[in-house]
């Protein structure tokens, strides 16, 4: 399978993140990124089947770049140590909810939502969670996304400590209208990126989200 290559060259690359192995290991590196390619394309086209906002996508417009911003950053390693595509309505940089498949050696996973909206879209999204409460914890409570995705991660860096202004703090939504992302996340163990059903798999568990999608996106184009 190519993601066996994929997850090779991460690994290698994580002991040796510098320009000059990575220069000497670019054909690696373009095998590893076909290989993340084929994998994205593949589940485009088995989640594009369900959900139609990304149909006509292609896994080369999807996939986040390898190179590292270090400008503002301590960390100087010139490169991710992972492949991470984002499929959504309007593409990777749009600005509404989607689909993230992250592809590292032991620490694979695929996510769900909406990450750090600006301030109208958060504001947006956290009406309609307070409008339609009921609606929203049927979704996160329907079996096909709790059994993969349990509850939407709530860690104090995704959550402010009081309710956000306009809010009673003992608002039944009270949890959820503290966040400033709205992601669900489900770990992606090596084996199954590496059985053949994988693409089948990650398609799998991104439909089962797709309800919550367009519950964010429906809150974004009102």
């Not at 620490?107 to 969670?129: H, Y």
């Not at 409008?131 to 104090?156: C, M, P, T």
């Amino acid at each position: 399978m190519p993601v066996n290559d994929t997850l090779a060259f991460l690994q290698d690359l994580a002991l040796h993140n510098d320009r000059e192995w990575f220069e000497a290991h670019r054909a690696e590196y373009l095998q590893a990124r076909d290989g993340a390619a084929a994998l994205v394309d593949a589940v485009i086209g088995r989640l594009s089947r369900t959900d139609p906002d990304i149909d006509g996508q292609v896994a080369a417009k999807c996939l986040f770049r390898i190179h590292r911003d270090v400008r503002f950053s301590r960390n100087k390693a010139p490169y991710k140590t992972h492949f991470g595509a984002y499929l959504a309505k309007g593409g990777r940089k749009s600005v509404h909810a989607g689909y993230y498949l992250h592809l590292e050696p032991g620490a694979s996973f695929a996510a769900a939502g909406l990450w750090m909206p600006e301030a109208p879209a958060l504001a947006s999204v956290r009406q309609e969670i307070d409008y339609g409460f009921d609606e929203f914890q049927s979704l996160l409570g329907a079996e096909a996304f709790h059994s993969r995705f349990g509850d939407l991660q709530q860690q104090a860096d995704v959550s402010l400590s009081r309710m956000p202004r306009g809010y009673a703090p003992d608002n039944p939504a009270a949890s959820y209208l503290k966040l400033k992302s709205f992601i669900a996340s489900c770990p992606l163990p090596d084996a199954r990126l590496k059985a053949p059903d994988a693409a089948a798999e990650i398609a799998d568990t991104f439909a089962a989200s797709t309800p919550f999608i367009r519950f964010l996106n429906r809150a974004l184009d009102a």
